[in-house]
C-alpha cells in the first residue's frame, strides 16, 4: 500500500506525460504558416529539346499541396503530356498544362486549391520557337519574293493594240521590274501583241497564237494579257472569246506556265461608250473574272481597270486606247499585282 506522498508523485508522473503528449500534438497540427502539412508537388520531367519545368512553390499550411509544374516538351517537334504534382491532405490537384505541337513546349501548370491557408505556384513548361517555312512559287515564310529568279524570255505578253498600240504598258513594267532587281538590265519580256487581234481568232496573229509562238522555246514561266476587246469591238461576241480562253488556259498549263496576271479594259470612253461594245465587255467581264478566279495551274490574277480608270480621262485620247500617262498609270498598276502575287520577281 503506498503512502499519501508516493501517490501524488504518481499523479504527477501521468499527468506530466499527458502534458508533454498534448504539446506533441499540438505541434503536429498547428495551422500557422509555418504548419508542416502538404506534400510538395513534383517537378516535370526533362526531355530533350527543352528545359525541364519546376516544381510548384511550398507554403506549408494546415491542408492542401501545391501542384507541381508541367512536363517540357519531348523533342523532335512533339510534345507528351506534362504531369501534375501531387497535392496534399485536403487539396486538390493542379491541372498540367497541355503540351502544343510542332516544336511547342508543355503548358504551364495550374495550381491546386487546398484550405488552411495553402498557396500553390504553377511550374512553367519549355519555351516554344517555330521556325520558317519557305512557301511556293519563290516567296519565303515572311511573304517576300526571292528576286532576280526569272528571265526575260520566260515572260510573255500578248494581246491587242491596248497593249500593242504603243507597247507602253509592256515598257513600263520592264522598267519597274530592272529598278526591283527582277529584270536584267539588257533583258526585255517576249511582247508577241499585235493591234487587230481576237482571242477567238484563228489567224496567225490571234492571241492563242501569239502565246503559241512565244512557248515554242519551252521558256515561258509568266503570262501578262489581256483579251476580248476586239472580239466584242468587231464582232459583238463575247461567248466565243471565253470559249477561246477555256482553251488556252489548259494549254498554258500543259506547258508548264505558273501564274497570269489577266488585266481587264477600262469603260470605254466617247463615241464607244453608246455602241454594242460595252455592253459586251461588261456581260464577259463577270465571266472571264469567274474563269480567271478558278484556275490553279495556271495561278490567274485578275486585274479590273475600271477601278484604275475611273475619273481619268487623260489615261486616253480615243476612248480605248492608253496614252503615255495610262500606259505608266496601267504598267505600274500592273507590275503592283506581280511583286505581291510573286510573279516573273
Known amino acids: 500500500m503506498r503512502t499519501t506522498t508516493e501517490r501524488t508523485a504518481a499523479n504527477l508522473c501521468v499527468l506530466g506525460v499527458l502534458v508533454l ?42 491542408a492542401g499541396a501545391s501542384a507541381g509544374s508541367s ?7 512533339g510534345a507528351a503530356p506534362a504531369q501534375a504534382g501531387a497535392p496534399g491532405a485536403g487539396g486538390t490537384l493542379g491541372m498540367a498544362g497541355a503540351a502544343s505541337s510542332a516544336g511547342g513546349s508543355a503548358g504551364a501548370g495550374k495550381a491546386g486549391g487546398g484550405s ?8 512553367s513548361g ?33 494581246g491587242e493594240s491596248f497593249i500593242a498600240a504603243t507597247h507602253g504598258i509592256t515598257q513600263e513594267i520592264e522598267k519597274q521590274a530592272k529598278a526591283n532587281g527582277s529584270l536584267g538590265q539588257n533583258e526585255k519580256y517576249v511582247d508577241n501583241s499585235v493591234s487587230g487581234t481576237l482571242l477567238s ?21 509568266y ?6 476587246g476586239n472580239d466584242c469591238l468587231q464582232a459583238n461576241n463575247g461567248d466565243a ?11 498554258m498549263a500543259k506547258d508548264g506556265v505558273e501564274k497570269v496576271v489577266y488585266f481587264f479594259y477600262p469603260d470605254p470612253l466617247g463615241s464607244f461608250s453608246s455602241g454594242t461594245l460595252k455592253t459586251c465587255l461588261d456581260a464577259l467581264r463577270p465571266k472571264m473574272k469567274a474563269l480567271c478566279d478558278g484556275l490553279t495551274a495556271p495561278k490567274c490574277y485578275w486585274m479590273d ?30 507590275w503592283e499585282v506581280m511583286k505581291t502575287n510573286c510573279v516573273a520577281q
Open 223 to 228: 503570262v501578262l494579257m489581256d483579251g476580248g
Open 126 to 158: 519549355g519555351s516554344h520557337t517555330s521556325g520558317g517555312s519557305t512557301g511556293s512559287g519563290g516567296s519565303t515564310g515572311s511573304g517576300t519574293c526571292t528576286k532576280g529568279q526569272t528571265k526575260g524570255n520566260q515572260v510573255a505578253v500578248i
Open 305 to 334: 481597270l475600271r477601278t484604275l480608270w475611273n475619273g481619268h480621262s487623260e489615261y486616253t485620247s480615243d476612248g480605248i486606247h492608253p496614252t503615255t500617262p495610262g500606259s505608266v498609270a496601267t504598267g505600274d498598276a500592273i
Open 116 to 123: 488552411g491557408g495553402m498557396s500553390s505556384t504553377a511550374g
Open 21 to 62: 503528449s498534448i504539446s506533441a500534438c499540438s505541434s503536429a497540427n498547428d495551422d500557422s504558416p509555418n504548419g508542416t502539412a502538404g506534400a510538395v508537388g513534383t517537378a516535370g520531367a526533362k526531355s530533350s529539346g527543352g528545359a525541364p519545368g519546376s516544381a510548384g512553390a511550398f507554403n506549408p499550411g494546415s
Open 71 to 77: 512536363g517540357s516538351p519531348t523533342s523532335a517537334g
Open 241 to 251: 472569246a471565253l470559249a477561246a480562253a477555256q482553251a488556252l488556259f489548259p494549254n
Open 201 to 221: 481568232g484563228s489567224d496567225a496573229n490571234a492571241i492563242p497564237n501569239q502565246y503559241k509562238k512565244a512557248a515554242q522555246g519551252g521558256m515561258i514561266k
